[in-house]
């Protein structure tokens, strides 16, 4: 008789799962359904494994969280400089000091004048 264990992974939501279907007399490794055999210890009564098979709402919850924490872990930095140059009343691209012009005379680009700056 055999025995199925369905196995599913993930965090926050489950997005990856695999089935082990453990028959007498078939390899571990071919026993796996959607997945690939990574470690096999008889001694510890121990299989390790990779899933494979995506499960969508998951796996698209998952990928859109994650890549939103990768974002703003990226973008925060540049955020909080570009912040604290516009404070000192410099480009908040190239650090350049801010004429009379709303163009940054050294890249270029558009800035924005602080509101005391503008007021003067
Ligand atoms: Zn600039």
Do not use: Q
């Not at 490794?29 to 499960?55: T, V």
């Not at 924490?69 to 009343?89: E, K, Q």
């Not at 004048?113 to 503008?118: G, P």
């Amino acid at each position: 008789m055999d025995e199925r264990i369905t196995v599913l992974c993930g965090w926050p939501w489950r997005s990856l799962g695999t089935l082990v279907i453990e028959e007498p007399g078939v390899a571990e490794e071919d026993s796996l359904r959607f997945g690939i055999l990574w470690l096999s210890d008889d001694r510890e009564n121990m299989i390790l494994f990779l899933p494979l098979r995506p499960l969508w709402p998951g796996f698209l919850f998952n990928t859109l969280v994650f890549g939103l924490m990768l974002w703003l872990l990226w973008s925060t930095p540049f955020s909080i400089r570009g912040w604290l140059r516009t404070r000192r009343g410099v480009c908040k691209h190239c650090a350049y000091p801010i004429g009379v012009s709303n163009m940054c005379t050294e890249c270029g680009r558009a800035v924005r004048k602080r509101s005391s700056a503008v007021r003067r």
